[in-house]
């Protein structure tokens, strides 16, 4: 961890499909009107997926290196609010302000994301300048979730390791969060949209002189499957698909989005292409 910028959450893992299993292919359950199924995960991999934060469970705390099982069970915990903070929150999903998660950073990366909201304009690797992309955040107007469902699946583990020449304890997390989605008063164009939070958050007394640790987001961002690409506000613009044409195209070989062993987006990436959502 270092006290500079933290990488922004690239675009990609997003754009077109790139097969028939985009988000509007189901065979069967859509209504006469084209709008979505009463299961919107149906035919999907997260069909059998927990809704919400029940997808988010705690393993049961171990000592990691130097560092207690109440600390490591502590830094869960706060791991798990943060996820939720970051990809379920209802009024930050919908492009409102993301106080849940402002409120559980460290105060010195809390300032810098705050800072970082309104920006515009994107990084030399193709992602957007603000921190608005620290979170799952559709863009305002775009769009409405599908019914009141969420489906999330994933993991999370602790290891001791050392930054800085500190003793730092890791939380690696390794997230799907599936989203049904339409355009206002379009249900016909309805789609998924699949976030990818694979990374790590650090622990460590960073601010304090008394034992207690604190997050520090270091990997842990949302990258989605099912937007559009080259977005410079930092929100997620669903690739529906009567939507406009994406001036920039996806790139690279087809990754599928509901895989768990697909590694998290490195900056040369750019927006990849997947299998549809």
Same mark, same amino acid.
């Given at each position: 961890?270092?006290?500079g910028?933290i990488p922004s959450?690239s675009?990609?893992?997003?754009g077109?499909?790139a097969?028939?299993?985009? %988000?509007?292919? =189901?065979?069967? #359950?859509?209504?006469?009107?084209g709008?979505?199924?009463? !299961? $919107?995960?149906?035919? &999907?991999?997260?069909?059998?997926?927990?809704n919400?934060p029940a997808?988010?469970?705690?393993?049961?705390?171990?000592p990691a290196?130097?560092?207690?099982?109440?600390?490591?069970?502590a830094?869960?915990?706060?791991t798990r609010?943060?996820?939720?903070?970051?990809?379920?929150? %209802?009024?930050? =999903?919908?492009? #409102?302000?993301p106080?849940a998660?402002?409120?559980?950073? !460290? $105060?010195k990366?809390r &300032?810098?994301?705050?800072?970082?909201?309104n920006?515009?304009?994107?990084?030399?690797?193709g992602?957007?300048?603000?921190?608005?992309?620290?979170?799952?955040?559709?863009?305002?107007?775009?769009?409405?979730?599908?019914?009141?469902?969420?489906?999330?699946h994933?993991t999370?583990?602790?290891a001791?390791?050392?930054?800085q020449?500190?003793?730092?304890?890791?939380?690696?997390?390794n997230?799907?969060?599936v989203?049904?989605?339409?355009?206002?008063k379009?249900?016909q164009d309805?789609?998924?949209?699949?976030?990818?939070?694979?990374?790590?958050?650090?622990?460590?007394?960073w601010?304090?002189?008394?034992?207690?640790l604190?997050?520090?987001?270091?990997?842990a961002?949302?990258?989605?499957?099912?937007?559009?690409?080259?977005?410079?506000?930092g929100?997620?613009?669903?690739?529906?698909?009567?939507?406009p044409?994406d001036?920039?195209?996806?790139k690279?070989?087809?990754i599928?989005p509901?895989?768990?062993?697909?590694?998290?987006?490195?900056?040369?990436?750019?927006?990849r292409?997947?299998?549809?959502?």
């Amino acid at each position: 961890m270092t006290n500079g910028a933290i990488p922004s959450a690239s675009a990609s893992a997003t754009g077109p499909a790139a097969s028939s299993s985009s %988000g509007n292919s =189901l065979s069967s #359950g859509i209504p006469a009107d084209g709008g979505p199924p009463a !299961d $919107p995960f149906a035919n &999907t991999e997260a069909a059998r997926w927990a809704n919400g934060p029940a997808g988010i469970t705690v393993p049961v705390p171990e000592p990691a290196g130097s560092f207690t099982a109440a600390q490591v069970d502590a830094a869960f915990q706060t791991t798990r609010n943060l996820l939720i903070a970051q990809d379920l929150d %209802g009024p930050t =999903l919908l492009g #409102g302000a993301p106080n849940a998660f402002a409120n559980l950073l !460290d $105060p010195k990366q809390r &300032t810098q994301f705050i800072a970082g909201l309104n920006k515009i304009g994107l990084a030399k690797n193709g992602g957007p300048l603000s921190t608005r992309a620290w979170v799952a955040s559709f863009a305002p107007g775009t769009t409405s979730l599908i019914g009141s469902v969420i489906k999330v699946h994933g993991t999370m583990s602790a290891a001791e390791a050392t930054d800085q020449g500190s003793e730092v304890l890791d939380i690696k997390v390794n997230y799907r969060f599936v989203y049904p989605v339409e355009p206002p008063k379009a249900p016909q164009d309805w789609m998924r949209v699949v976030g990818q939070v694979s990374g790590i958050i650090e622990f460590t007394d960073w601010d304090t002189t008394n034992g207690s640790l604190l997050p520090w987001l270091t990997s842990a961002l949302p990258d989605e499957a099912g937007g559009r690409c080259g977005m410079a506000d930092g929100y997620i613009h669903p690739d529906y698909p009567n939507g406009p044409p994406d001036k920039v195209q996806p790139k690279g070989k087809p990754i599928d989005p509901y895989s768990m062993t697909i590694p998290p987006p490195s900056k040369s990436d750019g927006c990849r292409m997947t299998t549809g959502t």
